[in-house]
C-alpha cells in the first residue's frame, strides 16, 4: 500500500502520443500554452509560468521579485528542502521560523519577528542584526492543507515585503478569505504563488511545476528568465542570465490529461481521508492531521501524530508497517536541523522538532479501498499499543 504514486491511464498514454505526433514536444510547444491556461482557470490567477519542477518555479519567482546577495526570505522550518535551497542560489540568506500544529509556518510569530527585529525605513524592512533587507516571505501550504495568512498579507503590504506561497502540494486547495463567500485557490492569494507536478502530486507531468500570479510584470520577467532571457530569438542575444526552465510539450500533454481527473482524485482522497478520522476518533493520543474550518483541501497526503511516540518509536513503527508492505515517511526533516543550513538566523521555534519527531505520513494513494485504510489503521493501533503498554 503505496504512500502517493502516479496514476498514469490510457487517456493519459494517448494524449501523450497525440503530443508526440504532432512534433509540438518542446518549450515552445502550443501544448505548454494550453497547459498554462487549463491552471490559470484552476487557480484563478491571470498568468502561468509552466517550468520543469517546482524548484525552478521557486527559484524564477525569488529572482522576479528582485532576491539578491543583499537580501533576506522568512521560511517555515517544516517544508521541503526544495523551498530554501533556492534562496540559496541567489545568494540570499533564509530566516528560519517554527511551524503550527498544521505543520504551516506560525503566522504569529512571523508578526512578532518584523515587529520586534526589524525597522521600516526609505520604504524597506530591514532586519536590525544583520542589516539586510526582509524582502520575501515564503508561506508554504502543507501536506495541501491552506495556510492562513491573511493578516500577514496586511502588515507585508505597508512593510513592502513580498509573500510568495510555495503551493507545491495544494494543487485544488483554497482559502476562504474574511469578508468574503469566495474561496481562493493556495498560490494566488499571495504575490506569487508556486506549485509542483512531481510524480507523487495529486496530478503529475512526470516532473514539472508552474509559477502562478496575478501581477503582470512578476509574469513577463518569470517568463523571460524562464527562456534563457532572449532579447533577440533570430539574432541570439541575451542581455542577462537566464535559464532553461520551461516545461516540455510532452510533460504538458500529460499535465493536461491529468487535470482531467483532478476533481475525481480529490472526491477519492477525501474519502480516504474521512476514513482514518472515522477509525481514529477514539484514540486521543493518536491525531490525524485535521483541516482547517475555512478551507477546501485536496486531502494530498495524510499525516499521524503520536502524542507518546518518540524519533525512535516512529522509525520502528515505520520498519513495521513496512514489514506488512505499508508505505510510510517521516514528515520534511526541520531547515534548522539541517547540518548546511545551521548558520542561518532562527527565530522562536518550539514546535518543529516535536512534530518531526512524533509524526508519520501514511498511504493516501488513490487505489486504497476502505478494506486497506482499515488494516493500516489497525496496524498503527497495535504497534502503538504494544508501545504503551511497555512504558
Known amino acids: 500500500m503505496k504512500l502517493s504514486t502516479p496514476h498514469i491511464d490510457d487517456n493519459d498514454y494517448n494524449y501523450v502520443k497525440k503530443v508526440i505526433k504532432s512534433n509540438w514536444i518542446s518549450t515552445s510547444s502550443k501544448f505548454v500554452e494550453n497547459f498554462e491556461k487549463k491552471i490559470s482557470k484552476i487557480s484563478g490567477t491571470k498568468y502561468t509560468v509552466a517550468t520543469n519542477s517546482g524548484t525552478s518555479a521557486i527559484h524564477l519567482a525569488l ?13 517555515p522550518s517544516i517544508t521541503f528542502i526544495a523551498t530554501v535551497n533556492p534562496i540559496l542560489y541567489l545568494k540570499a540568506h533564509p530566516i528560519i521560523l517554527d511551524v503550527d500544529e498544521q505543520y504551516n509556518l506560525q503566522i504569529k510569530d512571523v508578526l512578532k519577528f518584523i515587529k520586534d527585529k526589524t525597522v521600516f525605513k526609505n520604504n524597506i524592512t530591514i532586519n536590525k542584526k544583520t542589516k539586510k533587507i526582509l524582502k520575501v516571505i515564503i508561506v508554504a501550504h502543507m501536506w495541501g492543507r491552506p495556510c492562513d495568512f491573511l493578516e500577514l498579507k496586511k502588515v507585508c503590504k505597508k512593510k513592502n515585503i513580498y509573500i510568495l506561497e510555495d503551493a507545491a502540494e495544494a494543487l485544488g486547495s483554497y482559502i476562504k478569505t474574511k469578508n468574503s463567500k469566495k474561496h481562493y485557490h493556495c498560490g494566488s492569494v499571495g504575490d506569487v504563488g508556486c506549485l509542483s507536478f512531481n510524480a507523487n502530486k495529486i496530478i503529475t507531468t512526470g516532473s514539472g511545476g508552474a509559477l502562478i ?11 523571460y528568465l524562464a527562456n534563457q532571457a532572449k532579447d533577440d530569438t533570430f539574432n541570439y542575444v541575451h542581455n542577462e542570465c537566464g535559464y532553461n526552465y520551461k516545461m516540455n510539450g510532452i510533460s504538458a500533454g500529460l499535465g493536461i490529461s491529468q487535470i482531467k481527473k483532478l476533481g475525481k482524485k480529490i472526491i477519492k482522497r477525501k474519502a480516504i481521508f474521512k476514513r482514518y478520522i472515522y477509525n481514529f476518533k477514539n484514540d486521543e493520543e493518536i491525531r490525524v492531521l485535521n483541516l482547517l474550518i475555512n478551507s477546501k483541501i485536496n486531502y494530498w497526503i495524510n499525516v499521524i501524530y503520536f502524542k507518546k511516540l518518540n524519533f525512535q518509536n516512529i522509525e520502528k513503527l515505520a520498519f513495521f508497517l513496512n514489514k506488512k508492505k505499508i508505505e510510510t515517511r517521516r514528515v520534511w526533516r526541520p531547515l ?9 538566523e532562527t527565530f522562536n521555534i518550539k514546535n518543529s522538532e516535536r512534530l518531526y519527531n512524533s509524526s508519520l505520513c501514511i498511504p493516501s494513494n488513490d487505489t486504497l479501498s476502505n478494506k486497506d485504510i482499515d488494516k493500516i489503521s489497525k496496524y498503527i493501533k497495535k504497534f502503538y499499543e504494544n508501545i504503551a503498554s511497555h512504558k
Open 63 to 75: 529572482r522576479a521579485l528582485g532576491v539578491n546577495e543583499n537580501c533576506e526570505v522568512i521560511v
Open 336 to 344: 534548522n536541523l539541517q547540518r548546511y543550513l545551521k548558520k542561518f
Open 213 to 223: 500570479t496575478n501581477n503582470k510584470d512578476i509574469f513577463r520577467r518569470s517568463q
